[in-house]
């Protein structure tokens, strides 16, 4: 594998293999794999999670959330002088808040949901949680026929602390297979789901949606958007509003009036609003901001791109402001059009600030490689927020918009 850091390799190796086979083993340990090793001298620095009653971040391993000095906390001393914090009586005698959001006509228990491609294709991932618990789970994106994506190095880690480039190039088992053998698990799991689909030109688009129209279950179909057109110079879909529009259009016959459909729209346009606006106009009942930003490593030793690929997409914390604001101008322009957000959500504050600056819902992505257990973590801290703040989710939507000047 390589790394831009190469004397790195060997702790990533050690930390990731003895974390997650501690994982598997006792079922309780996070694992803070590759990403958060990126920090530092490379040495694994142990877990990381939010304090339950204030959401500042801690190190498990090293202790407490001193600055948990919230009203519903009661700070107490250890012995060796460190102050800890436990939630009071006042907040433990609070009740659940009520997480359920509407995204369009779709009713969602809360609006925590793991985001396409960083959750599996099915069930994996239920052994670190009650796939029910959460909002939904987008799987990772479908086409027609199986697909095997591009060659490795496909994953790296960046320096910047909990994110990554990827160029995996959309490997899936096609429609077919995939209801076949991982779709059944995940309903009887009772996992609400959401069903991504992608194609190289509309007609593999069509075909995908064609294919996908027959299979039972799927509560919304989320439309990767970010897919290079072959017929079109491998343009985006997602970069160009007429073909963008006319694609959902087409889609939109073949998924009927009854289904929701989400266009996953890329990060890198000019004109986000405007985009948008196009995929409104295609009949799509959200959409969702965003998929990864375009970038590339260079291997200078080797004197060429570090993916296999060359280009890739960068996800994870460094995204997160960028997204944010994304969000934000699409929600002040078009109130009317719900907005799925993705990217850099690690915590429940993330989710927060996404759900105030205009989203319905927010997808836990690149989180989910370091944990398996992070988007229920997010979940877990927004209901703890929501409680200690006597809110609920569909209160904080937007809440933040105010004009800019
Ligand atoms: C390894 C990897 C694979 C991904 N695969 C898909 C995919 O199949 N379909 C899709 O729409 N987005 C895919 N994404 C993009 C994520 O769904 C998400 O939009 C993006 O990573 C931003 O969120 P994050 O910063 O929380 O990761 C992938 C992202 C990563 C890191």
Known sequence: MYLKRPGRCRDIQRSVRTNYASASQTGARVLWFVLSITQGNGVFHGTESGCSVCMHWRRENVQPCAACLCRFSTPYSLANGVTLSRPSPE??????????????RLSLANPIMPASGTFGQGAEFADYGDLSELGAIVVKSLSAHPWAGNAAPRVLPLDEPDSMINAVGLPNPGVLRWSASH???LLRLGARVVASVWGHTAEEFIEAATLLAAVEGPI?????????????????FAHNVVLLRQLLLELRSVAGPGRQMWA??????PDIVAIAAAAAEGSADAVTIANTIPGMLVDIERRQPALANGYGGVSGRIIHPVIVSLVYQVHMAIPSLPVVAAGGVFSGVDAIEFLMAGASAVQVGTANFADPRATHRVLNELREWCRLHETNP????GAAQSPIR
């Open 183 to 185: 779709l059944p698990a």
């Open 394 to 397: 569909r209160d904080l939507i």
């Open 91 to 104: 907040h433990s005698r609070m009740t659940d808040p009520d997480l359920s959001v509407q995204v369009g």
């Open 220 to 236: 919304a179909w989320e439309i990767n958007l970010s897919c290079p057109n072959l017929n079109r110079a491998n343009e985006l």
């Open 264 to 269: 996953k729209l890329s990060p890198a346009v």
